[in-house]
T-cell receptor, first 117, second 111 residues
Framework: GAVVSQHPSWVICKSGTSVKIECRSL??????MFWYRQFPKQSLMLMAT?????????EQGVEKDKFLINHASLTLSTLTVTSAHPEDSSFYIC?????????????FGPGTRLTVT | DQQVKQNSPSLSVQEGRISILNCDYT??????FLWYKKYPAEGPTFLIS?????DKNEDGRFTVFLNKSAKHLSLHIVPSQPGDSAVYFC??????????FGTGTRLTIIP
């Protein structure tokens, strides 16, 4: 079946540093990738939508200069949290939209736990 | 503005009985609805979906019902099994792309 991987699965960083999270579709090409954030006991909130080769579309309230998204190829998107602060600590999940079966589906990665100290 | 709501944060059901999880939405443009199962520190796993042209979709133990006039959908799991214990999210989209998630319901199956 379709697999989406994320790396790293967890990361701890110091306040003020930047962290890059990778999202890869392993056995299909993803025309669109989505980045979500989930705070404890809350829903998954869409942060941005990225299409290969073009600028990401950010949801209202998400700072594009803080959360840099690069969708360099049809199988890789990266999210860089710049100048991270403790309030950025969260569970970040990517999903890849593509044709890995009979129809287009959105496949989710396993998530990345970010802790900013 | 929470466009997709799951009003029950938790639900406990006896093993073997039916689990019914509910979801309400406000955006009448939504035309595709999905249910996901999620364990802590993992990504969501797709369970079942339904298009707005249908009112019921069944897959094994899972059935999703859609009531468009009430803007309400529900997920029925029967019979419930201990492995079904997880957090369940409903999600809605326009055209099966950008998803709007509900707040989740934690289902606990009691052996």
């Amino acid at each position: 079946g379709a697999v989406v991987s994320q790396h790293p699965s967890w990361v701890i960083c110091k306040s003020g540093t930047s962290v890059k999270i990778e999202c890869r579709s392993l056995d299909f090409q993803a025309t669109t990738m989505f980045w979500y954030r989930q705070f404890p006991k809350q829903s998954l909130m869409l942060m941005a939508t990225s299409n290969e080769g073009s600028k990401a579309t950010y949801e209202q309230g998400v700072e594009k200069d803080k959360f840099l998204i690069n969708h360099a190829s049809l199988t890789l998107s990266t999210l860089t949290v710049t100048s991270a602060h403790p309030e950025d600590s969260s569970f970040y999940i990517c999903s890849a939209w593509g044709l890995a079966g009979p129809s287009y589906e959105q496949y989710f990665g396993p998530g990345t736990r970010l802790t900013v100290t | 503005d929470q466009q997709v709501k799951q009003n029950s944060p938790s639900l406990s059901v006896q093993e073997g009985r039916i689990s019914i999880l509910n979801c309400d939405y406000t955006n009448s443009m939504f035309d595709y609805f999905l249910w996901y199962k999620k364990y802590p520190a993992e990504g969501p796993t797709f369970l079942i979906s339904i298009s707005s042209i249908k009112d019921k979709n069944e897959d094994g133990r899972f059935t999703v019902f859609l009531n468009k006039s009430a803007k309400h959908l529900s997920l029925h799991i029967v019979p419930s099994q201990p492995g079904d214990s997880a957090v369940y999210f409903c999600a809605a989209s326009v055209g099966n792309e950008k998803l709007t998630f509900g707040t989740g319901t934690r289902l606990t199956i009691i052996p």
